[in-house]
């Protein structure tokens, strides 16, 4: 099945719905080598993944997931990753000041497979219990309003992939599933894609789960969230409806940024943004943060548009609330934030 499967994709045929399923079955079980699901997942992604195949493998995912359920109508902010801009880690800081704000974020992430922090490293660093079970879940968005999902407490069987991800170093099919992957299944989501050709997709597929409200988002400078650098196409699901539209960061009175300028780096590093962001300085990474919080307020249903959601994010931050939430998670968490003292991030 191996080599027939790598001759399809070298030959840039897409594989049929059940050859999909067949080979995530073989990843997730662990019946094929190291060397085999690196020649796999790499033959994909250079091929390009489509409709079909995504929707395989996600299929099995999610047949192998631990679910959780929560009462709580939640939102997700999330990124496919793999825009190889190593920018800070927007949807986190997104995710956070939109809790602030009163949204009920279930934020579903991993460690840095493709770049220098993931979500669940920049948390960690701050001081935030990543590795919370089912019903910490559910307790944490009903008593706080924001939990983390770290991906392989909730899918155990992709657990032992993280090294040989890490070792690939670029972006595969289990980046994009892993969007899709969020045990609470929540039916908000503001979800960013790094390959425009995928953020159709996406909107499909979140359509026909009966996605409440929900934000596919493409920065045409690549980034896999809105960016400031360039328009972003925006694929908007509501009430049943696809709607297409693009951000303009101009037109809600945002100034142009390079990469450059909102570049992130290690953990360490992009903790010490984040405790700046929350500590009231301005400038390029606090806009792209609030943009991103602002789109998740409206699909939460706390703005009413972009630009009421812009505005509500940066008075979370200056009010302090969101350094205030952030400091509720660290104590609620019972840790120090690495290398800092506990009060690095008090009321």
Same mark, same amino acid.
């Given at each position: ?120 490293? #920049?948390?960690?660093? *701050?001081?935030? $219990?990543? +590795? %919370? ?7 944490? =968005?009903?008593?706080? &309003? ?11 069987? #992709?657990?032992?992939? *993280?090294?040989? $991800?890490? +070792? %690939? ?7 994009? =599933?892993?969007?899709? &992957? ?166």
């Amino acid at each position: 099945m191996f080599k027939r499967i790598m001759q399809k994709l070298i030959d840039q045929q897409t594989l049929t719905l059940q050859e999909a399923v067949d080979c995530m079955e073989k990843i997730l079980n662990r019946t094929w080598t190291d060397a085999q699901i690196g020649a796999f997942l790499a033959a994909l992604a250079a091929k390009g993944e489509k409709r079909e195949e995504i929707l395989g493998m996600l299929h099995v995912m999610r047949e192998n997931m631990v679910r959780v359920y929560v009462s709580e109508n939640v939102v997700d902010i999330c990124g496919t990753g793999g825009d190889g801009i190593g920018s800070f880690n927007t949807s986190t800081a997104a995710a956070l000041v939109a809790s602030a704000a009163g949204a009920k974020v279930a934020k579903c992430g991993n460690r840095s497979s493709s770049s220098s922090c993931g979500s669940a490293d #920049l948390l960690e660093a *701050a001081g935030v $219990r990543i +590795e %919370l079970t089912p019903d910490e879940v559910g307790r944490w =968005l009903s008593e706080c &309003g924001f939990a983390f999902l770290f991906t392989p407490q909730f899918h155990p069987a #992709l657990r032992n992939l *993280a090294p040989l $991800r890490r +070792e %690939l170093g670029i972006r595969t099919a289990l980046n994009l =599933l892993g969007p899709l &992957g969020n045990p609470v299944r929540p039916r908000r989501q503001l979800l960013g894609v790094s390959h425009r050709e995928l953020a159709p997709l996406y909107a499909e597929i979140l359509l026909q789960s009966g996605t409440e409200h929900a934000m596919v988002v493409h920065g045409l400078d690549g980034m896999d969230e809105i960016s400031l650098s360039a328009p972003t196409e925006v694929y908007e699901i509501r009430a049943g409806a696809l709607t297409t539209s693009l951000i303009e960061p101009e037109s809600l009175g945002l100034s142009y940024a390079a990469h450059d300028d909102i570049k992130g780096g290690d953990a360490s590093y992009n903790r010490d943004m984040l405790a700046a962001l929350f500590g009231g300085e301005r400038g390029p990474v606090r806009d792209i943060v609030c943009l991103n919080a602002g789109a998740a307020l409206v699909i939460s249903g706390i703005a009413v548009d972009l630009k009421e959601g812009l505005h509500i994010a940066a008075d979370t931050i200056d009010s302090g609330a969101a350094k205030s939430k952030l400091a509720e998670l660290v104590n609620r968490s019972g840790r120090t934030p690495k290398g800092e003292k506990r009060d690095v991030y008090a009321r």
